[in-house]
């Protein structure tokens, strides 16, 4: 099995300011990567698909990068409605999720 | 616009089983293959396995082997998740998503169903 890890667990940040959520792979992933968005009381929401490819809808503050190890979204200026988890996934052998990263207001 | 709907939340005994249903509207059924997620509690996001509606085939995680399993009626439009030998552990919201047949990133979710395992 894959295994995601998430850094960090916890993200305080201040409206306005930049974000940036890490995502290491056990094994190479390849592009096969996805990040997604929870807030409370919703289902996940696709953010990212392809390591960098936005979703349809997502705003361009939001950027995924990396490939093979190690990913990372980057929200380039928190709006109130970016609080969050974000969660990190791999579509390469079967489907594995990272444990989350909660990023709330400073 | 593809929409997924689940079934309502249940709450059952240990030793009980569940079924919980998915309907996909807005598209044909049998394009996508059709996921489950479990979260439970402080837990992270678990995929549980998959049915493929047009010929009924099902995956289904390891860690569900034997007490899972996924079904599909293509006349409704609709899937089935039936988790069975419940105990506490399986407390948790169950997501059902569509992921079409030439991608594999899962976009749309349904809303998810609570199932509370409680003697």
């Known amino acids: 099995e894959i295994v995601m890890t998430q850094s960090p667990a916890t993200l305080s940040v201040s409206p306005g300011e930049r974000a940036t959520l890490s995502c290491r792979a056990s094994q190479s992933v390849s592009s096969n990567f996805a990040w997604y968005q929870q807030k409370p009381g919703q289902a996940p929401r696709l953010l990212i698909y392809?390591?960098?490819t936005r979703a349809t809808g997502v705003p361009a503050r939001f950027t995924g990068s990396g490939s093979g190890t190690e990913f990372t979204l980057t929200i380039s200026s928190l709006q109130s409605e970016d609080f969050a988890v974000y969660y990190c996934?791999?579509?390469?052998?079967?489907?594995?999720f990272g444990q989350g990263t909660k990023v709330e207001i400073k | 616009e593809v929409l997924l709907v689940q079934s309502g939340a249940e709450v059952k005994k240990p030793g009980s089983s569940v079924k919980i249903s998915c309907k996909v509207s807005?598209?044909?059924?049998?394009?996508?293959?059709i996921h489950w997620v479990q979260q439970a509690p402080g837990k992270r996001l678990e995929w549980m396995g998959l049915v493929d509606p047009e010929d009924g085939n099902t995956l289904y995680a390891e860690k569900f082997q034997g007490r899972l399993s996924f079904s599909a009626d293509t006349s409704t439009d609709t899937a089935y998740m039936e988790l069975s030998s419940l105990r506490s552990e399986d407390t948790a919201i169950y997501y059902c998503?569509?992921?079409?047949?030439?991608?594999?990133?899962?976009?749309?979710w349904g809303q998810g169903t609570l199932v509370t395992v409680s003697s």
């Open positions: 807005g598209t044909s059924f049998s394009d996508y293959y």
């Open positions: 392809g390591a960098s």
């Open positions: 998503v569509a992921v079409g047949t030439n991608y594999a990133w899962f976009d749309p």
């Open positions: 996934q791999q579509y390469h052998n079967l489907w594995t």
